[in-house]
């Protein structure tokens, strides 16, 4: 059986979170070419997506991640079926971008599998085992919820935890993202911050990114899922999305500029 490797793609790294369904394809295609590459030295991918711009933007519009209001219940569901377009839509790109370099890939939406939010949803895991050599890929979604609420949503972050923790023969967990070279010890975007080459649960950082726009749970949802993949798995990994090569340097020598996370 091969190494899996559960990759998430932010979706602050494909897409230009402020500007409603707007795809940084630049981003997309310089890291399929290295999804490719770590492929060809034998690796079984599992890919996983953020909704950045095609999802935030509308579901925060709607307050869809509070599930059904009454007061404006017609209008949320419009929202909910157009996320789910549009994520498909964002998925597309990916998988066409993936296909260039040769990959086959399966494109499993969570509206189709999975019920209910955060990390307990249910759904069955086992269809992204990749086996065959086709890359089984989803995203954060608008779910059902089978209750009052009647919807929400189900973060990327949490189905990568699932995921990397249940699948069989997973040695890396890996977060690319798009604003930092990984976990920094305070918000990116302020002078002197310094990227941590590590970090565990005891350690202390003041590190929102792209709060004001998520409506899940930026950076802090990520590192939380991530120390917890990394109980299970010894490679668990949150580094810069933009810089594609540090993954197949990390798969290939162990190492790479990012951050490793820590179990506790
Ligand atoms: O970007 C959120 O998924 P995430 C999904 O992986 C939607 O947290 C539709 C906003």
Redesign the pocket.
């Known amino acids: 059986m091969s190494r899996k490797v559960v990759i ?1 793609l ?2 602050g790294l494909i897409t230009d979170k402020g500007r409603e369904k707007t795809v940084d394809a630049d981003a997309v295609r310089s890291v399929a070419k290295f999804i490719a590459e770590i492929t060809d030295i034998g690796y079984a991918v599992i890919l ?5 711009s ?3 933007i ?2 925060k519009k709607w307050s ?2 509070s599930g059904s209001n009454s007061s404006i219940i017609e209008n949320q569901r419009k929202a909910v079926s157009q ?1 789910r377009k549009d ?1 498909v839509e964002l998925n597309t790109i990916v998988i066409d971008s993936l296909e260039l370099h040769g990959l086959q890939c399966e494109c499993l939406p969570p509206s189709d599998w999975a019920i209910g939010t955060g990390k307990e949803f249910s759904g069955d895991i086992s269809i992204f085992e990749n086996e065959n050599g086709v890359i089984p890929i989803t ?4 779910v059902d919820t089978n209750d009052s609420k009647e919807f929400g ?7 990568m935890l699932r995921l990397s923790t249940e699948i069989d023969g997973v040695s890396h967990a890996v977060f690319l993202i798009g604003d930092a070279p990984g976990i920094m010890d305070r918000p990116p975007n302020q002078d002197g911050a310094i990227l941590l080459e590590s970090w565990g649960p005891n350690d202390v950082v003041n590190s929102e990114h792209y709060e004001e726009i ?4 930026g950076i802090r ?1 990520k590192m939380d899922r991530a120390r917890e993949i990394s109980r299970n798995v010894e490679n668990v990994w949150i580094i810069d999305g933009r810089e594609p090569s540090r993954l197949l340097e990390l798969l290939t020598r162990g190492q790479t500029i990012g951050t490793r996370i820590m179990p506790s």
Request: proline share 0%.
């Open positions: 998430k932010g979706g996983v997506h953020g909704a950045g095609y999802g935030h509308l579901a869809i991640a996320i994520m995203f954060g979604d608008v949503i189900l973060s990327g972050d949490d189905i998520d409506v899940t749970g949802l």
